[in-house]
């Protein structure tokens, strides 16, 4: 289980950009491994020890089409020698992640939505009497992720007055706030979720710490729903990519960038605050989308 450990950039460097006139600090996990990127290796890496602590050898996950979430798990595999499989929500498709995913050798199973939305049936209807795999929940949801995420507030060492996380389930925010509780640092956490009704993220995060007050949510950046775009947030994008050489993806990343930006245009938060962005990867996400960008 140690190879896995050995090609991580670990503790992920921040780099201090300026964007519009703005100072930005961004936690780098992106550059924590190419393919075990950003939040997902923070996720995957205490799911996979306790994988080897129970000798469990074939890891069992779950994902929509372009899920960076798959991508990582089979590359994780692949580096520790285990056998993965995946999946997949909704009808058969081919498109660049999946191949990736099936290239680093992850098995897919195309689902219909109506089996997939019960994930634990799905599981024990196929594998109840194989001893070996290991259940991973989609998008690497678990308490292993969350103390995986709160390392990422050990790496610290300079205080922030903000901390921006993009969120689909609220994972890696209940990671980031455990961590800023744990050290009782004075930082706030701004969490954007990438969805429509993403305030049920605020429920999710309660699962796992208590104490919710230097938690904010600010729920008006979805861009019209999970995966949805439009031209301004495409444009933004591309501003901030050429002016910094930081990329951003339209699915999760950019959206944050774009919601710290315009929170200070507002006025909601101080346009001289320290913050910090973490840079979660799944640079991946934007092959859906890079017909958008040409």
């Known amino acids: 289980m140690g190879k896995l450990f050995y090609f991580m950039l670990l503790p992920s460097p921040i780099h201090q950009v300026s964007f519009r ?21 923070r996720k995957l890496k205490y799911i996979l020890q306790d994988a080897a602590e129970k000798n469990k050898n074939h890891l069992i996950t779950f994902g929509g089409a372009y899920s960076n979430h798959l991508l990582a798990t089979a590359a994780a595999a692949a580096k520790n020698h285990l056998k993965a499989t995946a999946f997949v929500r909704g009808e058969m498709v081919n498109n660049p992640t999946l191949a990736l995913c099936k290239l680093f050798g992850m098995q897919l199973q195309f689902t219909d939505r109506e089996s997939y939305r019960n994930k634990t049936d799905l599981f024990e209807k196929h594998y109840s009497n194989d001893n070996s795999v290991y259940f991973i929940d989609e998008g690497g949801a678990s308490k292993e992720a969350i103390i995986g995420c709160a390392e990422i507030i050990d790496e610290l060492l300079e205080d922030f007055d903000y ?39 605020r429920d999710e995060i309660a699962n796992y710490e208590s104490d ?39 699915i999760y990343t950019g959206k944050m960038c774009y919601a710290i930006f315009n929170l200070m245009e507002k006025g909601i938060i101080e346009k001289d605050a320290k913050i910090l962005m973490l840079h979660t990867g799944g640079l991946f996400g934007i092959l859906g989308k890079i017909d958008q960008f040409s």
């Open 21 to 41: 006139g703005k100072t930005l600090f961004v936690k780098r996990d992106d550059l924590i491994d190419p393919f075990v990127s950003g939040n997902k290796w």
């Open 163 to 201: 901390i921006f996380c993009a969120a689909g389930t609220g994972t890696t925010a209940a990671g980031l706030l455990k961590g800023i509780n744990k050290h009782q640092l004075p930082t706030q956490l701004h969490v954007i979720p990438v969805l429509k009704g993403g305030d049920f993220i």
């Open 212 to 250: 919710l007050s230097k938690l904010h949510l600010h729920l008006d950046y979805h861009f019209g729903g999970y995966a949805k775009t439009t031209p301004e947030l495409i444009t933004f994008i591309k501003d901030f990519t050429s002016s910094t050489g930081i990329l951003l993806d339209p």
